[in-house]
């Protein structure tokens, strides 16, 4: 190739450089507000033309330039490969420019032609991913208002009972403790018949239950929500224990005195092979009935109250047709049955609730925000503080009977 072809190829493709130019600048203008889909047609339309416009300029070369072909063809390979996202690397055209067009020294396309080597162009072919080309919080995460707890316990043993106030530290009352009874039919002029009645006085302590935390200023002004978080599940937490106290409490140190250490052991009176959980419920209810109170409530863990709904007769029917009553609610004998967690699984206590014991509030649950604890001022730092105080006076043990599952279907069996 003279030196006249080579002046004029150089022409060429300073035109053809150009127009590229122009071309990328048109391509850059419209992918600013292009969709996903017309920025794909935009990259197409012109990796197309850039080539249609190599080709067409350079065509006439080709056989006396093989290597430069070769180049074109591998041109073509990379721009269907290009990354046209945004990412800042050195595009195309400045390529193009650089080692085609403006650059004079011993590798320029006029060297190269002479020497009949390649020209090579540099793409960034690289796949993109999240984990590889983003840093930071580039993609804003979606929040979720409000802190995610476990819920509430929503059947408590406060719930069930009569419920007062005391002013005092402690409920004393009196019960009858043992009847001599000889009511009897008299004879004219015969001597009336005595009875005897034993009275005891007792006492109910009112006890204390309490809880705290502690945190600091910083996690009560950063934490949304923090504060109403606190405010339900500190008094949920004392419910929780409250329910603990009223039913298993000892009454021992400072304890309250619960309602199954108060209430009458279960006694069986059921002389069948073959008896299930309703049986036992009913059998309690007849017992407490026995001695002329009427029960008001049975209170049963979860896993029982499945255990009843499930149970069926030799021909797969459901015992209990809870499935058609509103909210599965399982009623016996006109006494409902209160589902709660409140009662150790295996275990069950029926009672006439409203007569038999009574809570006295002493001092409602009261939940405090303070700095007065030891250093917290100096630290920064905030206690949060619940407590009641209440005690529960347990009329008649005879309101109440307490059993377990196992031993009374074990005994119904014999």
Known sequence: MDEKELKQLETQLEELGKSIDSKMEDFSTKAKDASVEEMKKLQEDFKKTVKSDMEAELKEYNEKNIKLQEQIDELDTKLQRADFSG??????????????????????????????????????????????????AVIAPQRIPGIVYDPDRTEHVRDLLASGTTSSSTVNFVYESAIDDNTDVTAEGNEYKQSDFDLALTTATVRKITAYIMLSEEMLDDIEGLTSYITARLPSKLKVKEDQQLLYGSGGGQQLSGLTVNATAYSDNLADADISRIDVLVDAMRQIRDDEYQATA?????????????????????????????????????????VSTAITAGQFLVGDFRRGAQIFDRKDASLEFSYQNEDNFIKGMVTVRISERLTLATYRALCFIYGSFAEALASGSL
């Open 298 to 338: 049975c209170l049963i863990h979860p896993t029982d109250a499945t255990l009843i709904k499930l149970t069926k007769d030799d021909n797969g029917n459901y015992i209990h047709p809870w499935i058609f009553m509103p909210s599965g609610q399982i009623v016996l004998d006109g006494v409902p049955v209160v």
């Open 87 to 136: 990412v800042d690397h050195k595009t195309l055209i400045d390529q193009i420019k650089s080692q085609l067009i403006e650059y004079k020294g011993e590798n320029s396309l006029k060297d190269m032609i002479h020497k009949n080597k390649g020209v090579e162009f540099s793409l960034k072919v690289d796949d993109m991913t999240t984990g590889v080309n983003l840093s930071g």
